[in-house]
Structure formats: structure tokens, C-alpha cells
């Protein structure tokens, strides 16, 4: 079974940054395609960004414009999350999700993955 842990939110002023880990155990990590998503109160699930098994980045440029940068280390198991020239409109809970079945680029929709960890609260303060 596979589990996911995120880590690294919190309360961070207006223009500041964070930056989110999430471990993962249990399966073979390198194989999976892994994806932030955040949900903020009153609205759906959102995809922040992913990255594939070979290293294909994307994200949601949209909503994240370029501030957010999404990384990974199969040494560790560990796929990250830098945040930077966070906006109150970024605050939300934080998921970590893992694809298990290969693909050429993360899906946007949440429904394609496999496996998600319990979370974490990012609040940005104005």
C-alpha cells in the first residue's frame, strides 16, 4: 500500500514562500507520475502542478504564474513543492497525489490518480 506524507505548511505573510515535501512509501516511487493539487474553502480541487516519471514538469500556469516550482528526488522518494510570491488567493489545503500508471505528462484531473496524502494547510495572511 502506498502512503503519502506531506510536509512544510503554515502561516506565511503576503510575498513570502514555503516549500512543501512529500515522502512516499511503499511502492516504487520513480515509476510514478506525482502531483500537487490544492483545495481551497467552497472550491474544487485544483491541479498546482506535476511531474512525470521521467522528469516532464507542468504546472497550472494560471493560477501559479510561474512562482511555483515542483521537483522530485527519487533518492529520497520525495517529491517537492516551492512556493514562492504567495498571494492570500493561495491559500488552501495542500495534496500530494501519485499516478501509478506511466504517462507522457501529469494529469489535471484529480480522478487519474491513484494514491493521496492526508494534506497540508498553507495560509497566506495579507
Known amino acids: 500500500q502506498v502512503q503519502l506524507v506531506e510536509s512544510g505548511g503554515g502561516l506565511v505573510q503576503a510575498g513570502g514562500s514555503l516549500g512543501l515535501s512529500c515522502v512516499a512509501s511503499g511502492g516504487t516511487f520513480s515509476s510514478f507520475t506525482m502531483a500537487w493539487f490544492r483545495q481551497a474553502p467552497g472550491k474544487d480541487r485544483e491541479f498546482v502542478a506535476g511531474?512525470?516519471?521521467?522528469?516532464?514538469?507542468?504546472s497550472n500556469t494560471d493560477s501559479v504564474k510561474g512562482r511555483f516550482a515542483i521537483s522530485r528526488d527519487n533518492g529520497v522518494n520525495t517529491v517537492y513543492l516551492q512556493m514562492n510570491s504567495l498571494g492570500p488567493e493561495d491559500t488552501a489545503v495542500y495534496y500530494c497525489?501519485?499516478?501509478?500508471?506511466?504517462?507522457?505528462?501529469?494529469?489535471?484531473?484529480?480522478?487519474?490518480?491513484?494514491?493521496w496524502g492526508q494534506g497540508t494547510q498553507v495560509t497566506v495572511s495579507s
Open positions: 497525489a501519485a499516478e501509478r500508471t506511466y504517462t507522457i505528462i501529469a494529469p489535471t484531473d484529480a480522478g487519474k490518480y491513484d494514491y
Open positions: 511531474i512525470t516519471s521521467f522528469g516532464r514538469k507542468s
